[in-house]
């Protein structure tokens, strides 16, 4: 793998909460490579610190230790408002609950132009057809089903070409019929080159990745190429 084709790579990370007992240690020494056109899975049992990770990742937590980059830039060494900034351009953030994820008043429409202008590039009407929501863009959030909304979600998440859309577990709130488009989707966005890394429980997300990783007690070893 060149240096371009890694979206996101971290080295040495490591995240404790305290609590009033005694600190948990969520993640330790954590290092993985999230390279473009690929899905990533990272895959564990409850509680060995996936959403952990992917919130570190996604700038949206700061570790203990260890570093970590987006495109090339190193997040861990710069200030909050700056981290913000990559944060808001160069990721894309997929919460389980579709209902997390976007906002009540915005059409689908409206969530695609927002994203273009957070991220100065307009790739929604290209994502519309990808992701099968033409017949739904005048829509809000309540008209669409839950699988809809994870897939307005993912558009939302990738619109604008970000390095990295990372999504927590994106198909556990979903029925089968509903999960499957979503890996369908997600499968098409890795395709046309995006970097994806999700977290996940579920035996059909891990089955498309094209590489799964396995936390265990915030530890991390390769399961599959
Ligand atoms: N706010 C918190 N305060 C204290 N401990 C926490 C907190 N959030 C998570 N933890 C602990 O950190 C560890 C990792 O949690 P995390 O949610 O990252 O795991 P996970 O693999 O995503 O779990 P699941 O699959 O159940 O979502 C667990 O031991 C959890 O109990």
Redesign the pocket.
């Known amino acids: 793998m060149t240096r371009d084709d890694r979206a996101l790579w971290c080295e040495g990370v490591a995240y404790d909460?305290p609590?009033r007992g005694e600190t948990?240690h969520?993640l330790s020494g954590v290092a993985l490579t999230v390279p473009r056109g690929a899905i990533t899975a990272v895959v564990?049992?409850?509680?060995?610190?996936?959403?952990?990770?992917l919130k570190i990742l996604a700038c949206l937590e700061r570790p203990e230790d260890g570093r970590v980059w987006i495109d090339g830039t190193e997040v861990t060494a710069l200030s909050a408002r700056a981290r913000r900034a990559v944060r808001r351009t160069r990721v894309g953030y997929v919460f389980q609950d579709p209902a997390d994820n976007l906002l009540d008043y915005l059409t689908v429409a409206e969530h695609l132009a927002l994203a273009a202008r957070l991220r100065g590039r307009d790739t929604s009407a290209e994502l519309v057809g990808v992701l099968g929501l033409g017949h739904r863009t005048g829509h809000v959030p309540r008209r669409l089903s839950g699988g809809e909304q994870q897939r307005v979600a993912l558009a939302f998440a990738a619109a604008g070409e970000p390095a990295v859309v990372i999504a927590d577990?994106p198909t556990a709130q979903l029925d089968r019929d509903s999960a499957g488009r979503v890996v369908e989707a997600l499968r098409l966005l890795a395709d046309r080159g995006q970097a994806i890394l999700l977290?996940t429980?579920d035996p059909e997300v891990s089955r498309v990745a094209d590489r799964v990783v396995e936390?265990v007690d915030?530890r991390l070893g390769e399961v599959s190429c």
Not at 44 to 53: A, I, N, Q, R, V
């Open positions: 909460y609590t948990v969520a564990g049992p409850s509680g060995s610190g996936k959403s952990t990770l577990e977290a429980h936390l915030g």
